[in-house]
T-cell receptor, first 114, second 109 residues
Protein backbone atom coordinates (compact mmCIF):
# COMPACT_ATOMS: atom_id res chain seq x y z
CA UNK A 1 0.00 0.00 0.00
CA UNK A 2 1.41 3.38 -1.02
CA UNK A 3 -1.14 5.73 0.56
CA UNK A 4 -2.11 7.07 -2.88
CA UNK A 5 -5.78 6.59 -3.59
CA UNK A 6 -7.59 7.02 -6.87
CA UNK A 7 -11.27 7.19 -7.64
CA UNK A 8 -13.23 5.78 -9.23
CA UNK A 9 -11.57 2.40 -9.83
CA UNK A 10 -13.55 1.75 -13.00
CA UNK A 11 -15.51 4.01 -15.30
CA UNK A 12 -17.45 3.58 -18.53
CA UNK A 13 -18.12 6.59 -20.75
CA UNK A 14 -19.26 7.17 -24.30
CA UNK A 15 -17.39 9.01 -27.02
CA UNK A 16 -17.68 12.78 -26.73
CA UNK A 17 -18.35 12.83 -22.99
CA UNK A 18 -16.16 14.40 -20.34
CA UNK A 19 -14.57 12.64 -17.37
CA UNK A 20 -12.90 13.66 -14.11
CA UNK A 21 -10.53 11.34 -12.29
CA UNK A 22 -9.37 12.01 -8.75
CA UNK A 23 -6.21 11.30 -6.81
CA UNK A 24 -5.26 11.75 -3.16
CA UNK A 25 -1.52 11.89 -2.69
CA UNK A 26 0.45 10.26 0.08
CA UNK A 27 0.69 12.31 3.26
CA UNK A 28 3.56 14.78 3.07
CA UNK A 29 3.87 14.62 -0.72
CA UNK A 30 3.54 17.85 -2.70
CA UNK A 31 3.96 16.54 -6.26
CA UNK A 32 1.48 14.56 -8.33
CA UNK A 33 2.11 12.99 -11.74
CA UNK A 34 -0.47 11.46 -14.08
CA UNK A 35 0.19 8.64 -16.53
CA UNK A 36 -1.90 6.85 -19.16
CA UNK A 37 -1.29 3.14 -19.70
CA UNK A 38 -2.84 1.43 -22.69
CA UNK A 39 -3.23 -2.34 -22.61
CA UNK A 40 0.12 -4.08 -23.05
CA UNK A 41 2.10 -0.84 -23.01
CA UNK A 42 4.20 1.01 -20.47
CA UNK A 43 2.79 4.10 -18.77
CA UNK A 44 2.92 7.38 -20.75
CA UNK A 45 3.51 10.66 -18.93
CA UNK A 46 0.61 13.11 -19.16
CA UNK A 47 1.67 15.91 -16.80
CA UNK A 48 2.97 16.70 -13.35
CA UNK A 49 1.76 19.20 -10.74
CA UNK A 50 3.98 20.71 -8.07
CA UNK A 51 2.47 22.95 -5.40
CA UNK A 52 -0.63 23.59 -7.53
CA UNK A 53 1.27 24.52 -10.72
CA UNK A 54 1.78 22.40 -13.84
CA UNK A 55 5.42 21.33 -13.80
CA UNK A 56 5.90 19.49 -17.07
CA UNK A 57 3.65 17.99 -19.71
CA UNK A 58 3.88 15.05 -22.08
CA UNK A 59 2.62 14.75 -25.62
CA UNK A 60 -1.10 14.93 -24.87
CA UNK A 61 -3.65 17.33 -26.43
CA UNK A 62 -5.16 20.25 -24.48
CA UNK A 63 -8.38 18.32 -23.85
CA UNK A 64 -6.33 16.58 -21.13
CA UNK A 65 -6.16 19.04 -18.25
CA UNK A 66 -5.51 18.90 -14.56
CA UNK A 67 -5.67 20.62 -11.22
CA UNK A 68 -3.86 20.33 -7.94
CA UNK A 69 -5.50 21.56 -4.77
CA UNK A 70 -3.96 23.17 -1.66
CA UNK A 71 -4.04 19.78 0.10
CA UNK A 72 -2.03 18.43 -2.90
CA UNK A 73 -4.78 16.14 -4.11
CA UNK A 74 -5.32 16.29 -7.86
CA UNK A 75 -7.81 15.86 -10.67
CA UNK A 76 -7.36 14.79 -14.27
CA UNK A 77 -10.02 16.02 -16.67
CA UNK A 78 -10.49 14.70 -20.18
CA UNK A 79 -12.91 16.41 -22.54
CA UNK A 80 -14.42 15.12 -25.78
CA UNK A 81 -13.52 11.52 -25.03
CA UNK A 82 -12.27 9.37 -27.89
CA UNK A 83 -12.19 5.59 -28.16
CA UNK A 84 -8.37 5.65 -27.89
CA UNK A 85 -8.65 7.27 -24.46
CA UNK A 86 -9.60 3.86 -23.09
CA UNK A 87 -6.76 3.02 -20.73
CA UNK A 88 -5.61 2.70 -17.15
CA UNK A 89 -4.95 6.15 -15.69
CA UNK A 90 -2.32 6.19 -12.99
CA UNK A 91 -1.58 8.86 -10.43
CA UNK A 92 1.74 9.01 -8.59
CA UNK A 93 2.85 11.24 -5.75
CA UNK A 94 6.30 12.23 -4.59
CA UNK A 95 8.04 14.76 -2.40
CA UNK A 96 10.83 17.13 -3.21
CA UNK A 97 11.94 16.78 0.37
CA UNK A 98 12.75 13.15 -0.41
CA UNK A 99 14.70 14.11 -3.50
CA UNK A 100 11.96 13.09 -5.91
CA UNK A 101 13.61 9.78 -6.68
CA UNK A 102 10.58 7.69 -5.91
CA UNK A 103 7.12 7.80 -7.35
CA UNK A 104 4.38 6.21 -5.30
CA UNK A 105 1.56 5.02 -7.53
CA UNK A 106 -2.09 4.44 -6.87
CA UNK A 107 -3.90 1.41 -8.29
CA UNK A 108 -5.32 3.45 -11.14
CA UNK A 109 -8.67 4.18 -12.75
CA UNK A 110 -9.67 1.89 -15.61
CA UNK A 111 -11.51 4.03 -18.17
CA UNK A 112 -13.48 2.44 -20.98
CA UNK A 113 -14.82 4.67 -23.77
CA UNK A 114 -17.56 3.12 -25.89
CA UNK B 1 10.53 6.52 -27.36
CA UNK B 2 12.04 4.69 -24.44
CA UNK B 3 15.79 5.08 -24.06
CA UNK B 4 16.29 1.63 -22.55
CA UNK B 5 16.21 -1.86 -24.02
CA UNK B 6 15.04 -4.90 -22.05
CA UNK B 7 14.26 -8.50 -23.00
CA UNK B 8 10.49 -8.93 -23.36
CA UNK B 9 10.28 -11.92 -21.04
CA UNK B 10 12.27 -14.05 -18.63
CA UNK B 11 11.69 -17.09 -16.43
CA UNK B 12 13.12 -17.83 -13.03
CA UNK B 13 12.74 -20.73 -10.59
CA UNK B 14 11.36 -19.91 -7.18
CA UNK B 15 14.13 -19.40 -4.64
CA UNK B 16 16.77 -18.68 -7.26
CA UNK B 17 18.21 -15.29 -8.11
CA UNK B 18 16.52 -13.37 -10.92
CA UNK B 19 18.92 -11.21 -12.95
CA UNK B 20 17.14 -8.71 -15.18
CA UNK B 21 19.33 -6.87 -17.71
CA UNK B 22 18.83 -3.41 -19.15
CA UNK B 23 20.75 -1.59 -21.87
CA UNK B 24 20.89 2.21 -21.75
CA UNK B 25 23.73 3.09 -24.09
CA UNK B 26 22.60 6.72 -24.56
CA UNK B 27 22.29 7.56 -20.87
CA UNK B 28 23.40 11.11 -19.99
CA UNK B 29 25.81 11.91 -17.19
CA UNK B 30 23.12 13.31 -14.92
CA UNK B 31 20.54 10.61 -15.54
CA UNK B 32 19.70 7.99 -12.97
CA UNK B 33 18.72 4.38 -13.61
CA UNK B 34 15.32 3.67 -12.06
CA UNK B 35 13.66 0.29 -11.69
CA UNK B 36 9.95 -0.19 -11.12
CA UNK B 37 7.75 -3.23 -11.32
CA UNK B 38 4.06 -3.67 -12.03
CA UNK B 39 2.10 -6.62 -10.78
CA UNK B 40 -0.99 -7.38 -12.83
CA UNK B 41 -3.84 -4.90 -12.31
CA UNK B 42 -1.85 -2.75 -9.88
CA UNK B 43 0.06 0.52 -10.14
CA UNK B 44 3.84 0.37 -10.62
CA UNK B 45 6.00 -0.06 -7.53
CA UNK B 46 9.37 1.62 -7.03
CA UNK B 47 12.20 -0.87 -6.51
CA UNK B 48 15.54 0.91 -6.59
CA UNK B 49 17.56 3.57 -8.40
CA UNK B 50 21.20 4.52 -8.84
CA UNK B 51 23.53 6.92 -10.61
CA UNK B 52 26.83 5.07 -10.99
CA UNK B 53 27.47 3.10 -7.83
CA UNK B 54 25.91 -0.26 -7.13
CA UNK B 55 22.95 -0.06 -4.80
CA UNK B 56 21.16 -2.50 -2.52
CA UNK B 57 17.98 -2.25 -0.52
CA UNK B 58 15.55 -4.64 1.09
CA UNK B 59 13.99 -5.51 -2.25
CA UNK B 60 16.86 -5.85 -4.70
CA UNK B 61 20.37 -4.99 -5.82
CA UNK B 62 21.29 -2.80 -8.75
CA UNK B 63 24.55 -3.34 -10.58
CA UNK B 64 25.58 -0.57 -13.01
CA UNK B 65 28.50 -1.12 -15.37
CA UNK B 66 31.42 1.26 -15.13
CA UNK B 67 30.58 2.89 -18.47
CA UNK B 68 26.94 3.16 -17.29
CA UNK B 69 25.66 1.76 -20.58
CA UNK B 70 23.92 -1.16 -18.94
CA UNK B 71 22.65 -2.38 -15.60
CA UNK B 72 21.26 -5.49 -13.95
CA UNK B 73 18.54 -5.73 -11.36
CA UNK B 74 19.01 -8.69 -9.05
CA UNK B 75 16.23 -10.23 -6.98
CA UNK B 76 18.33 -12.51 -4.76
CA UNK B 77 15.67 -15.11 -3.87
CA UNK B 78 12.71 -14.81 -6.22
CA UNK B 79 9.27 -15.76 -4.95
CA UNK B 80 6.00 -16.29 -6.81
CA UNK B 81 4.95 -12.79 -5.70
CA UNK B 82 7.84 -11.34 -7.73
CA UNK B 83 6.03 -12.30 -10.95
CA UNK B 84 5.51 -8.92 -12.61
CA UNK B 85 6.58 -6.62 -15.44
CA UNK B 86 9.88 -4.92 -14.58
CA UNK B 87 10.68 -1.53 -16.07
CA UNK B 88 14.13 0.05 -16.37
CA UNK B 89 14.05 3.83 -16.93
CA UNK B 90 16.66 6.56 -17.35
CA UNK B 91 15.78 10.04 -16.17
CA UNK B 92 17.41 13.11 -14.66
CA UNK B 93 14.56 13.39 -12.19
CA UNK B 94 11.07 11.98 -11.88
CA UNK B 95 9.42 14.81 -13.78
CA UNK B 96 8.94 12.84 -16.97
CA UNK B 97 9.71 9.17 -16.89
CA UNK B 98 9.67 7.49 -20.30
CA UNK B 99 8.63 3.87 -19.94
CA UNK B 100 9.28 1.09 -22.44
CA UNK B 101 7.55 -2.28 -22.53
CA UNK B 102 9.62 -3.76 -19.71
CA UNK B 103 10.49 -7.39 -19.00
CA UNK B 104 7.73 -9.77 -18.01
CA UNK B 105 9.26 -11.98 -15.31
CA UNK B 106 7.59 -15.29 -14.54
CA UNK B 107 8.71 -16.98 -11.32
CA UNK B 108 7.91 -20.68 -11.52
CA UNK B 109 7.41 -23.07 -8.59
Amino acid sequence: ETGVTQSPTHLIKTRGQQVTLRCSSQSGHNTVSWYQQALGQGPQFIFQYYREEENGRGNFPPRFSGLQFPNYSSELNVNALELDDSALYLCASSSDREGNEKLFFGSGTQLSVL
Amino acid sequence: DAKTTQPPSMDCAEGRAANLPCNHSTISGNEYVYWYRQIHSQGPQYIIHGLKNNETNEMASLIITEDRKSSTLILPHATLRDTAVYYCINAGNNRKLIWGLGTSLAVNP
